[in-house]
């Protein structure tokens, strides 16, 4: 599995980005997807999830209403489309393939994950 994320910029607050990650060597449409993020000085953080049907998705409060994440299995791709992003959605966002079907928020029930995109948002 070679997770790529892309989509990653500056932006300033109010703006949206769409992130994307795309499996280049193996699908993951059998495994749940999520994205992550990690600011600085801080603990990674889930941020939203989807289950390997697509029909399941969870996403953090601080992001609901304003990120969506969805899936293309045919793709093998998995998007996140940033809404309205506020200063504090600045980090280094990643995406992970689960272990199981659906997406849980630890960190730690993730088998591979992406090098990591930039996003930062400015006021």
């Known amino acids: 599995v070679q997770l790529q994320a892309s989509g990653g910029g500056l932006v300033q607050a109010g703006e949206s980005l769409r992130l994307s990650c795309q499996n280049s060597r193996r699908t993951f449409s059998n495994n749940g997807v999520a994205w992550f993020r990690q600011a600085p000085g801080k603990e990674r953080e889930f941020v939203a999830g989807i289950s390997w049907r697509g029909g399941e998705t969870t996403a953090a409060d601080s992001v609901k209403g304003r990120f969506t994440i969805s899936r293309d299995n045919a793709k093998n791709t998995v998007y996140l489309q940033m809404n309205n992003l506020k200063p504090e959605d600045t980090a280094v966002y990643y995406c992970?393939?689960?272990?199981?079907?659906?997406?849980?928020?630890?960190?730690?029930?993730?088998?591979?994950w992406g090098q990591g995109t930039q996003v930062t948002v400015s006021s």
């Open positions: 992970a393939v689960a272990l199981s079907s659906y997406a849980p928020t630890e960190s730690r029930l993730y088998r591979y």
